[in-house]
């Protein structure tokens, strides 16, 4: 079982250009989420979608995008990419929304490292 | 505990001893909450939950522990191995007006363990 895959695993971007984070899993999850890591930080999350046709917003939803392609797929998208967007973006997944009446297992992919110059 | 700024705090032990991993939330309307582990260049792993109605939760080697009077939990490991060594975080639900929003998982700064042969 891949579980959740992520792609590119490493991207380097200018400012100002745009580019689409990839994030599947077979595990026929319902609800997907995206987060992102900086040094010294817990997880932040971006934006979540607790179910295929449905999107929400996180913490740091600004300057991204994303889109639940159909239930396997999530995808993160920066428009126009700054400095302040250089971190480790994890994609992760759960059986439902985590807490409620389930139990808070998300289970996330390796990473994505990117960096803006 | 967990705290704010670019340093977490770290935890260093021997192997056999046992560890204990403290986290403080702030709202004590607060009704779950998760344990990850995060081994460096992966992503997190979850590790045990625990609901409000309990005091103590136990897994494999692992013991959680909830003080809802002093809003603190912890995270107890057993006879810590070098395996042990990670970046644990604790995680949970934020609670909002009209309810908690389960889905926006909320995640601590992270405490660096440390185990030496």
């Known amino acids: 079982n891949a579980g959740v895959t992520q792609t590119p695993k490493f991207q380097v971007l200018k400012t100002g250009q745009s580019m689409t984070l990839q994030c599947a899993q077979d595990m026929n999850h319902n609800s997907m989420y995206w987060y992102r890591q900086d040094p010294g930080m817990g997880l932040r999350l971006i934006y979540y979608?607790?179910?295929?046709?449905?999107?929400d917003k996180g913490e740091v939803p600004n300057g991204y995008n994303v889109s639940r392609l159909n239930k396997r797929e999530f995808s993160l998208r920066l428009e126009s990419a700054a400095p302040s967007q250089t971190s480790v973006y994890f994609c992760?997944?759960?059986?439902?929304?985590?807490?409620?009446?389930?139990?808070?297992?998300?289970?996330f992919g390796e990473g994505s490292r990117l960096t803006v110059l | 505990g967990e705290s704010v700024g670019l340093h977490l705090p770290t935890l260093s032990v021997q192997e056999g001893d046992n560890s204990i991993i403290n986290c403080a939330y702030s709202?004590?309307?607060?009704?779950?909450f998760i344990w990850y582990k995060q081994e460096s260049g992966k992503g997190p792993q979850f590790i045990i939950d625990i609901r409000s109605n309990m005091d103590k939760r136990q897994g494999q080697r692992v013991t959680v522990l909830l003080n809802k009077t002093v809003k603190h939990l912890s995270l107890q490991i057993a006879a810590t191995q070098p395996g042990d060594s990670a970046v644990y975080f604790c995680a949970g639900p934020q609670p909002q007006a009209g309810g908690t929003s389960y889905g926006k998982l909320t995640f601590g700064q992270g405490t660096i363990l440390t185990v030496h042969p």
């Open positions: 979608s607790a179910s295929e046709g449905t999107t």
């Open positions: 709202n004590s309307a607060s009704d779950y």
């Open positions: 992760a997944s759960s059986s439902s929304i985590v807490g409620y009446l389930n139990t808070g297992e998300l289970f």
